[in-house]
């Protein structure tokens, strides 16, 4: 069974103060891990896919990175428009479509 | 890119009615739908998985005769939820994916039963 865990469940920084938030997973086979960014009441917006260990992609303040085990999405000197869920999730090579989801990282910019 | 569109946004029903919510395709073909289940703090949780023209794939412990769905053309899938109660309240959230392509999540639903 895939599994993914998200750490930390909330974060809270000040403006400007870069971190990293860490998604585990346990997959048989892993066909893509994604990231997506969740906004209170809205659906998730897509931010990155990954598919290999050793990839990396960028996107404004956002870099993502992958390993075999582990996913990393860096935010440098984040802005309180980043405020937001961010969610991880796994598609895995069993055949099963769906993509598997952590619980998210709340993430709180305070200006 | 991908655009998906989810109605209602949100709803508001009397225990034992029935609400259909749909999803839309915008511009492209969806050859794969999912839709999930969001509790308050909580990731999304996987119901049931449809293909154009067959049945959906439901998830263990979900009901499917209280959670139809209906996947009737490559670009809209329906979710009624049949006789619902109180604790079917909850943020229903439709993905449409075509083949070789990401996901794409509609805006959800915010469903209410009183």
């Known amino acids: 069974e895939d599994q993914v865990t998200q750490s930390p469940e909330a974060l809270r920084l000040q403006e400007g103060e870069s971190s990293s938030l860490n998604c585990s997973y346990t997959?048989?086979?892993?066909?893509?891990l994604f990231w997506y960014r969740q906004d209170p009441g809205k659906g998730p917006e897509f931010l990155f896919t990954l598919y290999s260990a050793g990839e990396e992609k960028e996107k404004e303040r956002l870099k993502a990175t992958l390993t075999k085990k582990e996913s990393f999405l860096h935010i440098t000197a984040p802005k309180p428009e980043d405020s937001a869920t961010y969610l991880c999730?796994?598609?895995?090579?069993?055949?099963?479509?769906?993509?598997?989801f952590g619980s998210g990282t709340r993430l709180q910019v305070q200006p | 890119g991908a655009v998906v569109s989810q109605h209602p946004s949100w709803v508001i029903c009397k225990s034992g009615t029935s609400v259909k919510i749909e999803c839309r395709s915008l511009?492209?073909?969806?050859?794969?739908m999912f839709w999930y289940r969001q509790f308050p703090k909580q990731s999304l949780m996987l119901m049931a998985t449809s293909n154009e023209g067959s049945k959906a794939t439901y998830e263990q412990g979900v009901e499917k005769d209280k959670f139809l769905i209906n996947h009737a053309s490559l670009t809209l899938s329906t979710l009624t939820v049949t006789s619902a109660h109180p604790e079917d309240s909850s943020f229903y959230i439709c993905?449409?994916?075509?083949?070789?392509?990401?996901?794409?999540f509609g805006s959800g639903t915010r469903l209410t039963v009183v």
């Open positions: 999730a796994v598609r895995s090579d069993t055949g099963r479509r769906a993509l598997t």
């Open positions: 993905s449409a994916r075509a083949e070789g392509n990401g996901y794409t």
């Open positions: 511009d492209f073909q969806a050859t794969t």
């Open positions: 997959v048989s086979g892993l066909r893509g």
